[in-house]
């Protein structure tokens, strides 16, 4: 079994920075890549950054040049820095690790961008 948790959401003005973490523990194996995804009121839940195993990564348009994932391999840790955060990153945030053929998701942490 596989549980991973999320730290690092909260409230933030706009313009202001938060790092979400998402750790794994238990039945770890293989993991193949990492990502944050997320959900905001009434639309779909996107992808917003994942890392491969090879460390190649990949950013939606929006959060471009503004958002930071990384990955620390000893720690089964993967990271999302976010700065110059605006409203419309307000979101439940999800972290997913995929080992193997599967996906497993953490529990959600919100962020809210809001003065």
């Known amino acids: 079994q596989v549980q991973l948790v999320e730290s690092g959401g909260g409230l933030v003005q706009p313009g202001g920075s938060l790092r979400l973490s998402c750790a794994a523990s238990g039945s770890i194996f293989s993991i193949n890549a990492m990502g944050w995804y997320r959900q905001a009121p009434g639309k779909e839940r996107e992808l917003v950054a994942d890392i491969s195993k090879y460390g190649s990564t990949n950013y939606l348009e929006s959060v471009k040049g503004r958002f930071t994932i990384s990955r620390d391999n000893a720690k089964n840790t993967v990271y999302l820095q976010m700065n110059s955060l605006k409203p419309e990153d307000t979101a439940v945030y999800y972290c997913?690790?995929?080992?193997?053929?599967?996906?497993?998701w953490g529990q959600g942490t919100q962020v809210t961008v809001s003065s």
């Open positions: 997913v690790f995929v080992m193997g053929a599967l996906g497993y």
